[in-house]
């Protein structure tokens, strides 16, 4: 089965197929959409947001399509950045920057990621949707070199004060939001198939 996975990221590519290997699930072709992804991403929701992408991915490829939308939710923040993750500012080290410079007054480090994943049919009909979550807290300096976006930043609950960029992949990947999200679609796609 070919599914197209609606990111223009290939970190995330990666990582979702490794997830899906650890998982037992080796029938699936995960493949980027071709040149030019890129829907206009308008909604006011992780959910929207996640379900605009997969339907353009089907809509270009005519192929099943899973989507994801994820991002930093801080408590302090009032939930920001959210679904403007990516686009908080300019590059990924401005971001954290910015991020920790917001968080300055703030005793509360309280965080989440938050990833909704929709997978949709070639028909582009709905066949599942669910989100996965990862709860820690925002470091006051970076640390770590794997991973990406705000992961240097990002400390795991249960880690003993570890980043998500200090955990090798194969951890990240049990715990990760995208991982959460992730093996609750595979669940799905094993018991429909």
């Known amino acids: 089965m070919k599914i197209v996975f609606a990111t223009s990221n290939p970190h995330k590519l990666k990582e979702l197929k490794e997830i899906a290997e650890d998982f037992g699930v080796n029938n699936i072709e995960f493949v980027l959409p071709?040149?030019?992804f890129d829907p206009v991403e308008d909604g006011e929701t992780f959910e929207e947001n996640s379900?605009?992408?997969?339907?353009?991915?089907?809509?270009l490829t005519g192929l099943p399509a899973l989507a994801d939308d994820s991002g930093l939710c801080v408590d302090a923040l009032g939930g920001?950045?959210?679904i403007h993750s990516a686009?908080?500012?300019d590059t990924p080290q401005a971001r954290i920057d910015k991020l920790l410079n917001a968080l300055k007054p703030y005793d509360n480090r309280n965080?989440?990621?938050v990833c909704y994943m929709t997978l949709v049919g070639k028909n582009g009909?709905?066949?599942f949707a669910d989100k996965g979550e990862c709860h820690g807290s925002i470091s006051t300096v970076q640390t770590g070199v794997n991973g990406f976006g705000y992961d240097p930043v990002f400390l795991v609950d249960g880690k003993n004060g570890?980043?998500?960029a200090k955990l090798s992949e194969a951890e990240k990947n049990?715990?990760?939001?995208?991982g959460n999200a992730l093996r609750k679609v595979l669940n799905y796609i094993a018991d429909n198939n």
Not at 174 to 178: A, D, G, M, P
């Open 34 to 36: 071709p040149d030019g």
């Open 51 to 59: 379900l605009i992408k997969a339907k353009e991915a089907n809509r």
């Open 80 to 82: 920001a950045p959210g």
């Open 87 to 89: 686009r908080y500012a």
């Open 111 to 113: 965080a989440k990621f």
């Open 125 to 127: 009909e709905v066949l």
């Open 162 to 164: 570890l980043t998500m």
């Open 174 to 178: 049990k715990v990760s939001h995208r």
